[in-house]
Each structure stands twice: as C-alpha cells, then as structure tokens.
C-alpha cells in the first residue's frame, strides 16, 4: 500500500485550545486535504498508461472525511490490473510507476496547501 501521510504537529492543542472555532480549523484542513486529493487525481489520471481508457477514467478520490480528529482521504483505482499497471509484473510489463510520481509530486505541492490553510486559520483567530 502507497500513500502520504501529513502530521500537523500540535495540531490537537491548537484544537483544543480555540475549541469555539474547531469546525473553522477542521474546514480549512479539508480544504486543504481536497487541494492534495484532486491534485493526486489529476496527476495520477496524466502519468497513468493509456491503451482504452478505462484505468485514467477510474482513478478517483474518496473524501476528505473527517472522524475523531483525523482528516482523511484516498486516491485509487479498483481496476484490477492497477497494480501491475503501477509496479510491472515477472512477464514483462514495465513499472509504469503512475500512482507513485503523482504520490512524490504531493510531496513537493502539500505542504504549501496546509500552510495555506494553517495562515487562513491563524489569521481567522486573530479577528
């Protein structure tokens, strides 16, 4: 299993501590989370290999939902030759590796998401 993991270290005082504004904080996350979902999407979709068409159309994002204090969301496909599509196979099939260049580029665009959401957030709370 792939995937990207962000921490917002002190996250759950910030939470706690302006806990009159918690919906206000959780939102500007999702937000920020739908930012790197779509972005994940539409990348993934570019470098996916194209024969039909059908693999780009079933990539997909589900969420950003949130429970307990956790914001969460996946991209992915339920094509069942995805994963030898993505990491190649002993019979010849390259790696075409699509998933994971759309996962290494969210590395380099997601923190400038969640810093985004973090001054909306700051600033909010200082009106």
């Known amino acids: 299993m792939m995937g990207l993991n962000v921490t ?3 996250g759950n005082e910030l939470v706690k501590t302006f806990s009159g504004v ?3 904080v959780d939102e500007n996350f999702t937000d920020a989370l739908d930012k790197v979902l779509l972005s994940i999407t539409g990348d993934a979709k570019t470098y996916s290999p194209v024969k ?3 693999l780009r159309r079933s990539i997909h994002q589900e969420g950003p939902s949130t429970s307990g204090g956790v914001i969460r969301g996946v991209v992915g496909t339920d094509v069942f030759y995805a994963p030898f599509q993505e990491f ?4 010849g099939v390259p790696a075409k590796l699509y998933m994971t260049q759309a996962l ?5 665009t997601a923190p400038g998401f969640l810093r985004e959401a973090l001054e909306k957030t ?3 709370l200082s009106n």
């Not at 290494?104 to 380099?108: L, S």
């Open 52 to 54: 039909t068409g059908h």
């Open 104 to 108: 290494q580029r969210a590395k380099t």
């Open 22 to 24: 918690k919906n206000f």
């Open 8 to 10: 917002v270290s002190g």
């Open 122 to 124: 700051v600033v909010n």
């Open 88 to 91: 190649g196979t002993s019979r």
